[in-house]
């Protein structure tokens, strides 16, 4: 389970307090971009009307189409990266990439966005007889992509100079179920992440990255990641720093958090691109939110607010 990869024990006690406070970063211009936590609201619902998005189920498969064609809709470029990769047995797993790009190729660096797409198949965090259920997927999966396709809306009302990639991951969740812990194997996790990143012609393609994964709770709250300190600790302080600006300290609090192998670890180790992870963390465990990996990651679990302040932070560092 991802949570053993929670490898630097959170600060304690800074992690109990309330996030907020004075920063003190140096004067940098923000200017405030239009986003609509209302509009991302429905594209989480409507990816949770087609029922869990397990990969291998229709479920999946009708996502995909949707999903392809609400981007196209949006005026992006829409291609899907199609492969496989082992899985937890060591079986083929199959895998749909979707890759929307937008706006001109121009000289400049593109800037890549990224959530995953599938739903897991397991909820192997809640009771016993729950394992062999998938997870609905609001939090994990849904959220990150709705606030992808409202920031490709939001892009085609107001274009920006630059190229922007939005790649949406299959098969992030697909990782060894922790009841059957004897057959794990390394990287069983990010499975999409993974396949996309062996593609070499990427290299140099991308100046920086975010990835979003559980973004829409009541009351988020996203730490600096290690890994994002690691490899992109530049563009961790701008996101940081743009959150606190607009008034999202609350949600973006300014500490350091555990190494969370997710799909950026696998894009920056690979292929160099600086990548950031936006993810909620529980300041009261240090660990994911209890819903995670449970039949409770549903519609309960999401909220406009949160979903507003990601977004708008999102389309202002761009
Ligand atoms: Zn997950």
Redesign the pocket.
């Known amino acids: 389970m991802?949570a053993r990869y929670l490898l630097y024990i959170l600060l304690a006690a800074g992690m109990l307090c309330a996030c907020g406070g004075k920063t003190s970063h140096n004067e940098v211009v923000v200017n405030r971009r239009p986003f609509s936590g209302d509009s991302a609201y429905q594209y989480v619902a409507a990816q949770m009307d087609f029922g869990p998005r397990v990969p291998g189920t229709e479920e999946h498969d009708s996502c995909v189409l949707w999903l392809t064609e609400t981007l196209r809709r949006f005026g992006a470029d829409v291609e899907i990266q199609e492969g496989t990769m082992p899985d937890y047995a060591g079986e083929p797993q199959p895998i749909r990439n979707i890759v929307a790009h937008i706006g001109q190729d121009s000289t400049a660096k593109r800037i890549l966005l990224c959530a995953h797409f599938d739903c897991?198949p397991w909820c192997d965090e809640d009771e016993e007889a729950s394992w062999y259920q998938p997870?609905p997927g609001a939090n994990?999966g849904a959220s990150g992509v709705a606030i992808l396709l409202e920031v490709a809306r939001q892009l085609q009302l107001k274009p920006l100079q630059r190229g922007i990639d939005i790649v949406l991951f299959d098969c992030?969740?697909m990782g060894t179920p922790s009841f059957l812990k004897d057959l794990d194997r390394q990287d069983t996790w990010c499975l999409g992440s993974q396949l996309w990143s062996k593609d070499a012609s990427l290299r140099g393609r991308y100046e920086w990255g975010m990835l979003l994964d559980m973004v829409g709770a009541p009351g988020a709250t996203f730490y600096r990641e290690y890994y994002s300190e690691q490899q992109a600790s530049a563009y961790v302080e701008k996101v940081w720093h743009t959150a606190s600006v607009l008034g999202y300290d609350n949600y973006f609090c300014d500490r350091q958090a555990g190494a969370i192998v997710d799909d950026h670890f696998y894009v920056a180790r690979d292929l160099k691109i600086p990548v950031l992870d936006i993810i909620h963390i529980d300041p009261a465990t240090g660990a994911f939110p209890a819903w995670?990996?449970t039949p409770n990651d549903d519609m309960q679990q999401i909220d406009k607010a949160t979903l507003q302040a990601v977004g708008e932070v999102v389309m202002s560092v761009l």
């Open positions: 991802r897991r997870v994990d992030e969740d995670w990996h």
